[in-house]
């Protein structure tokens, strides 16, 4: 599966990369902004996005995935610490595919990402 990962903690988005790719996905590539992911998930067009919601400059993860759905229909996994219930209501508009909190291990990633692409 072809994986673009929406996060500006970098010891968090390595670990995320490196336990996918173990997995055999393709990570194509890290954004750390709001921006950043909108121009790689155009250019890219990954089958599915691992998105935090706080990202880097003050960018918005649920803003960035309305963004990129507007051209392109991808697949998401918000991950993040901000999910309490007002927030997972709100992010389900976006039709998530899933949602995981933060802290959350490698394993239960990659769990939820074998999940999808079965």
Do not use: W
């Not at 990962?5 to 390595?14: F, G, Q, R």
């Not at 996905?25 to 935090?52: N, W």
């Not at 991808?74 to 995981?100: H, Q, W, Y």
Request: glycine residues 6%; contains cysteine.
């Amino acid at each position: 599966m072809r994986i673009l990962i929406v996060e500006d903690e970098l010891l968090i988005a390595l670990d995320a990369e490196m336990a996918l790719q173990d997995a055999g996905h393709d990570i194509v590539g890290t954004a750390t902004t709001e921006e950043q992911a909108v121009k790689m998930a155009l250019s890219q067009k990954p089958e599915l996005m691992i998105v935090d919601l706080r990202l880097a400059g003050g960018g918005c993860g649920r803003a960035a995935v309305q963004r990129i759905r507007k051209t392109l229909d991808v697949d998401v996994i918000f991950a993040s610490g901000n999910l309490d219930p007002t927030m997972r209501t709100r992010l389900e508009e976006l039709k998530p595919i899933a949602m995981l909190s933060k802290p959350y291990g490698s394993d239960e990633l990659v769990r939820t990402v074998e999940t999808i692409a079965a």
